[in-house]
């Protein structure tokens, strides 16, 4: 079985402030693990994934993440936000067949 | 680039009648997926199906089926709709048979049984 534990379910942060937003997953076997982000009104798009190799991986607009094993975490991070980056974010873990499983998400807004 | 689509934006009906979502993706991709979406719940899995024909129970499968007869296309199906199915439903599609693979999503559809 696995799981996915989003802790922050808001996040409020002013513009150009740095953010974390804080994942936590369970398994049994070896995992993928993704951050996936959900503009208003649209649906989920794919914001960067880790399957093995660097610890840190990066996105294009600035986001990054670490997996870190012995803590069983995979943190988002930015330096600084933009409006633009209100959004509601999700941690997802793939370990067993085609199963993708969701955290509970998380809604980050950017204060002008 | 990939596009799911699913037919309606918005859907009301009344309890006990029998729905049919449809989700459509124009990619040739193996992999089908069927999510609800519910505030501070998430994102929870259904069904997926990772071939023409072939299903699998996600985590919440009661009270939902699917059908897949064509590779493009996968419908979740309530056959007797109930209040607590009022949800956002979301379909999601990805290439092939390695778990490390990115879904599509299509923009949802908001269900409302009265």
């Known amino acids: 079985a696995q799981s996915v534990t989003q802790l922050d379910s808001q996040v409020p942060v002013f513009e150009e402030a740095p953010v974390e937003l804080r994942c936590n997953y369970s398994s049994s076997v070896s995992v993928y693990l993704f951050w996936y982000v959900q503009y208003p009104n649209q649906g989920l798009q794919l914001l960067l994934k880790y399957l093995s190799g660097s610890t840190l991986v990066e996105s294009i607009n600035g986001f990054e993440a670490e997996f870190n094993k012995s803590q069983t975490s995979f943190h988002l991070r930015k330096p600084s936000v933009h409006i633009s980056d209100t959004a509601e974010y999700f941690c997802?873990?793939?370990?067993?067949?085609?199963?993708?499983?969701f955290g509970t998400g998380t809604k980050l807004q950017v204060i002008p | 680039d990939v596009k799911v689509t699913q037919s309606s934006r918005y859907l009301v009906k009344r309890t006990g009648e029998k729905v049919f979502l449809e989700c459509v993706q124009d990619m040739d991709h193996e992999n089908m997926f069927w999510y609800r979406q519910d505030p501070g719940l998430g994102l929870r899995l259904i069904y997926f199906?990772?071939?023409?024909?072939?299903?699998e129970k996600g985590d919440i499968p009661e009270g939902y089926s699917v059908s897949r007869e064509k590779k493009e296309r996968f419908s979740l199906i309530l056959e007797s709709a109930s209040t607590n199915q009022t949800s956002m439903y979301l379909c999601?599609?990805?290439?092939?048979?390695?778990?490390?693979?990115?879904?599509?999503f299509g923009s949802g559809t908001q269900l409302s049984v009265l």
């Open positions: 199906s990772y071939d023409v024909k072939m299903k």
């Open positions: 999601a599609s990805s290439l092939g048979k390695s778990t490390n693979e990115k879904l599509f």
């Open positions: 997802a873990v793939s370990g067993g067949y085609q199963k993708v499983t």
